[in-house]
C-alpha cells in the first residue's frame, strides 16, 4: 500500500512540474495545421514556436535556448541587434526596459512543411525611458507576424514584421 501511495504521489509531481512547465508557453487561439504532417513532426514545431513566444512574454532567456537552433539566423535584422540568439536577448532586454510587464499572445498560428508562421499580439505599459522619454503607463498593444524555419524542433530562421507605426504612436502618445 505504502509503494502505491508513492507512486501515486510521484505521478501527481511529475504531472504538477509537467503543467508549470507549459504554464508560460502561450497556445494559440488559431491553429492550423497542415494535414500530410505526422503529429509528432507538428507538434516538434508548435512547441519550437511556443517557446519562442514564451520568451516574449516572460523575457526569460531559458526558452530562446530551447526555442532556437545555435546557428540562429534572423533574416531581416534590424539595424544594430546582432545576429544570432543574442540579438533576441537583447532587444527583449531593451524593450524591458521600456515596457517591464511586456506579455505576448499568439493569436493564430499555422504549420505547414518546414514553416511556423504566427501572428503574437504584444501588451504591456510604457513606464520606463524611451529616448530621453520617461513612460507614464501608456497602453502598449500592437501585432507582429513571424516567419519561422524550423529543422530539427528548432528555429533555424526567422522572417517578422512587427506594427511599428502603433508602436512608435503610443510611446509618443502625450509627447505631442
Known sequence: MKIIKIIIASLFVTIGSVYAMDYDLPKAQVLVVDRSMSNNQADKMILAARRYAAFWHTGKEKYVTQ???KD?????????RKQGIQGPLDASKWFRGVVPNLT?????????????VLQLEFNGNFTGKFHGTQGQGQVIKFVAVDMYTIKNGKIKSNWHLEDNQTLMQQLNKGKM
Open 72 to 80: 540562429f539566423i534572423d533574416l531581416n535584422l534590424p539595424k544594430g
Open 104 to 116: 505576448a499572445s499568439i493569436k493564430q498560428m499555422m504549420v505547414v512543411a518546414d514553416k511556423v
Open 67 to 69: 526555442a532556437l537552433d
